[in-house]
């Protein structure tokens, strides 16, 4: 009877053992995946931010370098036509506009993402923007200007978002 209480005992003591082992390590597994969960999210969020400052950066550049190119063009004294010089000009300010959009763009994405901005948002009909801005269009300072090129017309405006469209699909 002291054998088999023995045996029961050590075979109690081996069975819980066994399953204390497969507890630490069924624990150790998903401590592990929690882990590279985090880890790799921080890294996806890291990429993120890196393609961010890359987009901007080059969003930036662009108008940057109209701005200069039409200013330096400007300030050479060339003979220009009065269309010439107005046209120059005129893309000087679109393009500042444009800047300052980006810069607030980006202002507000700070704020969003420090929780001191939210939005809430809301589908948009494509076709009541076009309307609001068709009539807008018809008032004498509507703050909307356009630049047509072969493949698209680009229409900017003050109070809503840059909107490009394919010539033919409209």
């Known amino acids: ?26 624990v150790t597994v998903l401590a592990g995946y929690a882990v590279s969960r985090g880890v790799r999210r921080e890294l996806d969020m ?35 036509t009065p269309a010439a010089r107005t046209e120059y000009l005129d893309t000087i300010v679109i393009e500042r506009e444009r800047l300052s959009r980006l810069v607030d763009n980006v202002l507000v994405f700070s704020r969003l993402e420090r929780g001191q901005k939210t939005y809430h948002l809301r589908p948009l009909s494509l076709e009541a923007m076009v309307r609001a801005v068709e009539m807008r269009w018809q008032e004498p300072d509507h703050g909307i200007w356009e630049i047509r090129g072969p493949k698209r017309h680009h229409v900017h405006t003050k109070v809503m978002c840059h909107l490009a469209v394919e010539r033919g699909r409209v």
């Not at 088999?4 to 507890?23: C, E």
């Open 1 to 26: 009877a002291d054998e088999a209480a023995m045996m029961n005992r050590a075979t109690r003591k081996q069975t819980f053992d066994i399953l204390a082992l497969v507890s630490v390590l069924g």
């Open 46 to 80: 890291a990429d993120m931010r890196s393609q961010f400052v890359a987009s901007v950066s080059h969003e930036l550049r662009t108008p940057l370098t109209a701005i200069r190119m039409f200013a330096e063009t400007l300030q050479m004294d060339r003979p220009l």
